[in-house]
């Protein structure tokens, strides 16, 4: 179940504003309305009064729009750059063009990204006149002619280009993160930035609009046919293009998707990708949207001034004839190896909204992770083995989705019907008013936790421009009033309204997808990167002066106050106060988890179902969802973490109501008998999902046929379990030595009373069970652990451990995994995605232990075509064997770094598990200090020794999940000893 937090990411607050005028008997709310300021220089803003992000909305003299708001907890900056086109815009002959421009759009202009403009250009047109021949070329003979044609003259061209400038460019001013989505109605730019680094950026950003060169198109091209096979591989994505093909049969939403179709990818129009950029990358289409710590009256001259070449053009966007009703059921399916599930889903019409909190609220009550329909009567009655509800909106409709998985033998029209039954009490009004008003006081909680980040303030931003232009930003401000106007009638009229026989249903049934068509491997010469190679513009952006900002280490001592409460003070409270508003966090980390007992996992899911004698289990959900109060408890190896969030004001209530519930709790065999079945069914469902294959072979690859990932239960264990057994674990949870760990606005004084009064402690903590300690293993020889999964990829990945952990190496090692594979600069990604187009996603690691008592270990990682098997491998190989040497490259990452260490800030109870985890390494500083002290003192030289003594030429365990029909024995055994797996053996059940 996604939070409402989450619903702004995905269209659902604006997205509603489409909904709800068609509603006649919604009460109009009074939203904030819009006031105006003026910055020196006359530029006008518009803003809001009651604001809690302080947002200034700009439209510049061309129509750009520029969407400010001031956080300055650190001396960063969160920026989108959206255009307000996506898949919906692609021509109806050209599916995928938008997405294609995305991954162009890193390429670089006629100012960067290449050596020699005046060479390259006459390259390129060729290539353009070859592209365009290719697709009106039916003969595969005379296309396989051309394609090679093509080949070569990219090959040619190549040799002018720069490979990742841009990155460079981005990671030489301290950015993060650098990436692009596309979605139906949105290309989005993003970046993490320096507040130091705003002129720099603004200077790439202008530069990158202005004139984009679709350059290393064809391995490019080539990336992009990874992501669509990774496509045909994801069942949850075939399902999400099933239903909206069935929801919209004549709107885009349902008849193209944002990858495209095969056809069209195999025949990209580099002209139409122009056009599509010349059409909708226009300033009045799109806008520039920043939270973080500047000034806002500075900051909007400067964006002013980079962009003000740009010129306002029309801009027609999508406006298609309006889908006819739905007035039957329509059924469809979809096959794959995962496990089944259904999803039922509702089709919203649009237009201008009044009151969107209705349809927020109807979904809120079907499901919100505590105390929806589903929450209480489904999931916690165990009536399936998991569902929830999630919303879909867009800017012409909206879709609202129920799914579910089946218990075992249960069917997915059983499950269908359970969750229909759920509808129908929506409908007649059979559920609890009450739980509308915590639904108001749980979305206060997550507002306040937006605003604490720059993510969270541009994003809702970003969803407020993409959706309505910003107009509908006063009523995403209002949302909460509108949501406590809310009544239980208006939820029913809705339901009534709305949710009738119109659905779509689709049935994930396990089996073999004959439809599958993955697009085929052409062949590509690899191209030059010219690593070395520098353009005159990044010389020219790093030369722009930024002002120095100094890091702020952790001091260990200053930074957490310490206390005691319990029986002599026997229970450290490592506290940090929150100055900025009422929320609290609070954990408590007791030293004993899954290596020491295997029932906790267990004995944490049963409590989800257990009541006490003051309260039942539907009443415990209720009442922490009333306190909008949130409790999880987790098991890693080593600590189980039980962890309380919510309001300052109901800290007590929700503290000592914990207690309780883990104090109290009591047996219900007909709730473990079910969760037995349950966790039987997920265990079948685990051996389905090839995510889960890897992490296991990854496990068995470090530590052996026994490993942390399959020291579980066996099945029989299982079966065998008690409430007994369960009962004694939880009850006996907090009897054990812990430390308090508290985030919030309580003073630390006040902090201890409370606990005092509302923890129970007793007076001697019982001893922690003896450890399983589970040992590395050292490769001797190569080997290659297999494990046989029907897919079009093959998903591959290099281990092996190293040397015990020394501190005094993590300076060396952050600095090679900046440099080799840790992101799309390095050495890897360029090598084997720009260069060779091998692969859509591929990084490389030396990876740091959790613990002072382990070893590093290297991990690497490909996901290729089956078909680019060899391939892949070997060129992984090659660049484990023999560190590349780039002396701008290595330049670049270690400018990054430091500017990245200056302006990093850890905050709030980051500071307390910061120094949670350099106790368990035995460090009792800041380690991001020495690496930042280190960084200018290390060269190639020290990073090529460090690789040659524990990466070059050493024995790997090669971790493969890929179909044998694919990927055969004979390919394996050509990289060492091959193993299959069993599932049984991965799993340990």
Known sequence: MLSIKQRFRMGWVAGLLLVCSLMAHAQTPKTAAWKTGTSPGGYTYKYLANDPMQARFYTLKNGLTVMLSVNRKEPRIFTFIPTRAGSNTDPRTNTGLAHYLEHMLFKGTDRFGTLDWAKEKPLLDKIDALYEQYNKTTDESKRKEIYQQIDAASGEAAKYAIANEYDKLMASMGAQGSNAFTSYEQTVYLEDIPANALDRFLAVQAERFRKPVLRIFHTELEAVYEEKNRSLDNDGRKVQEATMAALFPTHNYGQQTTIGTVEHLKNPSLVEIRNYFDKYYVPNNMAVIMAGDFNPDQVIAKIDKAFAYMQRKPVTLYNPVPEAPLTAVQTREVFGPTPESVRISYRFPGGIAQNQAVAIMVDELMSNSAAGLIDLNLNKAQKILGGGSSPQFMKDYGVWSLFGRPKQGQSLDEVKTLLLGEVAKLKSGDFDQKVMTSIVNNYKKRQIETLENNYGRADKLLEAFILSGGSSYPDMISLNEQLARVTKQQIMDFANEYLRDNYVVVYKRKGEDKSIVKVDKPAITPVEVNREAQSPFLQQVNNMPMGEVKPVWLDYKKDIQRGKIGKSGSVEVLYVNNPDNDLFRLAYRIPMGTNHSKLLPIATQYLAFLSTSKYSSEALSKEFF??????????????????????????????????????????????????????????????????????????????????????????????????????????????????????????????????????????????????????????????????????????????????????????????????????MASVVFQTLRESKALAYSTYANYDIPDRKDEQFSVSAYIGSQADKFHEAVAGMNELLNALPQSDKLLETAKVGMKKNLQTERIRQDAIIYNYLDAVEKGIDYDARQKTYESIDKMGYADLKQFADTQLANKPYTLCVVASEKRVTPNDLGKYGAVKKLTLEEIFGY
């Open 626 to 823: 009333n306190l909008a109060s949130d409790y999880n408890l987790y098991s890693s190896g080593d600590y189980t973490t039980v962890r309380l969030s919510g309001l300052q004001e109901n800290f007590a209530k929700s503290v000592a109501l914990l207690d309780h519930l883990l104090r109290n709790c009591q047996a219900n065999e007909a709730a473990l008998a079910d969760l037995k079945e349950r966790i039987l069914k997920s265990r079948a469902d685990n051996k389905l999902n090839k995510g889960s294959i890897l992490q296991g072979l990854l496990s068995y690859a470090q530590y052996g046929s026994k490993n942390p990932y399959n020291n579980q239960l066996t099945n029989d264990e299982l079966k065998a379990l008690t409430s007994a057994q369960l009962l004694e674990v939880l009850h006996t949870l907090f009897d054990y030595p812990h430390q308090v760990i508290y985030y919030g606005p309580q003073p630390l004084a006040a902090l201890g009373t409370a606990l005092t009064q509302a923890h129970q402690m007793p007076t001697q903590f019982k001893q922690v069970p003896a450890r399983q300690n589970f040992k590395q293993l050292t490769q001797q020889k190569p080997e290659v652990l297999f494990a046989d999964y029907d897919m079009v990829q093959s998903e591959i990945f290099w281990v092996r451990n190293t040397a015990d952990f020394d501190p005094a190496q993590l300076p060396t090692v952050n600095l090679f995994n900046n440099y080799f594979g840790g992101n």
